[in-house]
Structure formats: structure tokens, C-alpha cells
Nanobody, 128 residues
Framework: QLQLVESGGGLVQPGGSLRLSCAVSGGTLDNLDIGWFRQAPGEEREGVSCFRSSGGTTYSTDSVKGRFTISRDNAKNTVYLQIDSLKPVDTGVYYC?????????????????????WGQGTQVTVST
């Protein structure tokens, strides 16, 4: 069974940076599309970035372009989300999600229904 575990969240001041990790077990990144999502309090879960297994293409939503960078380390079976220039509106729980590459989950828009497997989330709080 595929499992995803997020880590790296925390409390950070505006303008700071974080690198979130998504460790994958029970499967290999070579066969998986991975997406990062976030959910602010009282809001819907929204997709922010994804990594397409086939070809290594990445996508990010317009609201985070230039600040969020998704990458992966196949040797560690881990996907990262680098977040720079953090803003209070970035506060929320960040989730990674996976789907087998044949389903073509990583497309724009990045939608949660495309992904079958989910981690438990990691909290990011941006505040002074």
C-alpha cells in the first residue's frame, strides 16, 4: 500500500522560507505523479504544484509561481516543495498526494480528485 508522509512544516515569519518533504513508501516515484495541496482554515483544499512522472514536467498555479518550487529525489523516494517569500496567506495544512502516472494526474488545474493517495499533512503558519 502506497504511503506518503509530509514533514518540514512549522512557524515562520513573513518573507521566510520552508522546504516541505513528502516521503513515499510502497511505490516508486518513477511511476507516480505527485501533487502538493494546501488547505487554509475554512477553505477548500487547493492544488499548488505537481510533478509529472513522465518527462519530469512540473506545474504550479499562478498564485504561487516564482515562490514555490517542486522537485524530487528519486534515490530518496522523496518529493520536496520549496516555499520562498512566505506570506500570511500561505498559512494552512500542506498535503502531498500521489496517483499512478497512467492516469495523468499532474495537469493544470491541479485538482484533488485526480489523486488517490494522500499524506496526513504538515502545518505551515506564517506569522510575526
Amino acid at each position: 500500500q502506497l504511503q506518503l508522509v509530509e514533514s518540514g512544516g512549522g512557524l515562520v515569519q513573513p518573507g521566510g522560507s520552508l522546504r516541505l518533504s513528502c516521503a513515499v513508501s510502497g511505490g516508486t516515484l518513477d511511476n507516480l505523479d505527485i501533487g502538493w495541496f494546501r488547505q487554509a482554515p475554512g477553505e477548500e483544499r487547493e492544488g499548488v504544484s505537481c510533478f509529472r512522472s513522465s518527462g519530469g514536467t512540473t506545474y504550479s498555479t499562478d498564485s504561487v509561481k516564482g515562490r514555490f518550487t517542486i522537485s524530487r529525489d528519486n534515490a530518496k523516494n522523496t518529493v520536496y516543495l520549496q516555499i520562498d517569500s512566505l506570506k500570511p496567506v500561505d498559512t494552512g495544512v500542506y498535503y502531498c498526494a500521489a496517483q499512478h502516472y497512467v492516469f495523468g494526474a499532474c495537469v493544470l488545474p491541479i485538482i484533488k480528485s485526480n489523486y488517490r493517495f494522500w499524506g496526513q499533512g504538515t502545518q505551515v503558519t506564517v506569522s510575526t
